[in-house]
């Protein structure tokens, strides 16, 4: 059975229903599989006969241990739904120009990627926590900077067994964000405005996180709290699926022979989806490259480049903002890959950057971060010339996001002259961002623009019906207009919760 390990402790072993349930390690540490389940080439075909539920199915199978087949078959069926993504296929391919393809991940009901991993964790979630604590409903906590508050309120609404607060700086977030949480649907969900930053929402739920009273308090009330962030493994497994099933894709459509390597771009933040990918490629995806593209805060870029991280520099906020990042959490999954599982050594790297802001990996594991990876950067001038060109030259309108890695592949390969079959991760419908890609594409200001003018701009640029998920936000009644003060979080809690 597939269990699951602390990337700082190595006698740490627990199922994959703790490690959902759990989300990080006791240690610091997260959780990892205890090994990568290896797709044959017959496994490859079934899976390219499949669909995605089918596929998702599958590959799911193989990491989630104690979950009985019937269960994870429940979870992928009441994810990935017409209901909830706009296409069939769940995760299109695009043809950008011969041999380039962008893997549309933003069908889901908020439009971005995040859905694809948060339409599914809500259920396995509730599984996990079935088994590790019967009966509890699970109450997740969530401080968000815009996209992650909104998928995950989308994912867990009306999801039995579980309730979401969310809290967002008042200032923090952009005016489509807002109006998104604001107008949010569902029972079981509840939002507020925090006066301060984001760092003040973070701090503010982290303290009541890690109080012992509340957790007590909770208790009492048979609830119990787990977080639905991207360090949690029942975020990162299903992004896994999408990169193997696109390969299939390829496959299918006689694009590529099986077998036939491919690069993979990521546009990257946190770390969490091109490390998915470097599993896809671990399980037997043939992978020649996969290209980490950053914003101007290339923390990334440089590690990539010379084994140095360094997190002591200027944080730059971009019109890319969902990788406006500067510690990649993430990254320690693939140090414990890449030192063969060495739980001191990344415990010594994690230390330093604890107390340091940087790290610096011995030579192997540089070798190995240069054998997988290809890293570059763009700032928002590239970004804004990238959406203007792509617009241009293949008539195709791109998020923020997506232009960075469009940008950082086309630096691959001038650099590289490397002309394989490419599959760009496309993480954000244009929509979302329709004030930067109107502004681009035209070179003007639209800072000050009504968002429903900027949408309708678009959609005539586009040739293209914007999706219902944005057109219907300006008709929905607003439910959610409370702020409060981050002292005042925990009042909030329980008085939404009805446990004071
Ligand atoms: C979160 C996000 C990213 C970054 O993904 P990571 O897994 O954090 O690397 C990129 N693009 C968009 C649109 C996102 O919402």
Sequence with gaps: MMNYKSTRNNDVTVTASV???????EDGGLFVPESMPWLSYTDLKILTDSDYVARANDILSRFLGDFTPGEVLNCVSQAYTREKFETESIAPLYELEPGVYLLELWHGPTCAFKDMALQLLPHLLSVSVEKAEPGKTVVILVATSGDTGKAALEGFRDVPGTRILVFYPEQGVSPLQKLQMATQEGENVYV???RGNFDD??????????????????????MVFSSANSINWGRLVPQIVYYISSYCDLIKNNRISAGEHINIVVPTGNFGNILAAYYAKKMGIPINKLICASNAN?????????GVYDRNRPFYTTISPSMDILISSNLERLLY????CDDKQVRGYMDSLAKTGRYEVDEAIKKSLQEHFWASYCDDDGTRSTIRETYAKNACVTDPHTAVALNVYRQYREKTGDEAKTIIASTASAYKF?????????SEQTANADQRTLVGELSKLSLSKPPKQ?????????RFEGVCDKEGMQQTIFTVLGID
């Design 201 to 222: 929402a973070q701090a503010g739920v982290k303290a009541v996180f890690t109080d012992t009273a509340v957790k007590q308090k909770l208790a009492e009330h048979n």
């Design 337 to 340: 890959d890449l030192s063969a």
């Design 434 to 442: 329709a004030g930067d890609v109107v502004g681009a594409i035209r």
């Design 192 to 194: 507020s405005a925090i």
């Design 470 to 478: 944005i057109s219907s936000l300006f008709e929905k009644p607003v």
């Design 19 to 25: 490690a959902i349930s759990r989300g990080i390690s």
């Design 298 to 306: 290339n923390v990334l870029t440089e590690f990539l480049q010379t």
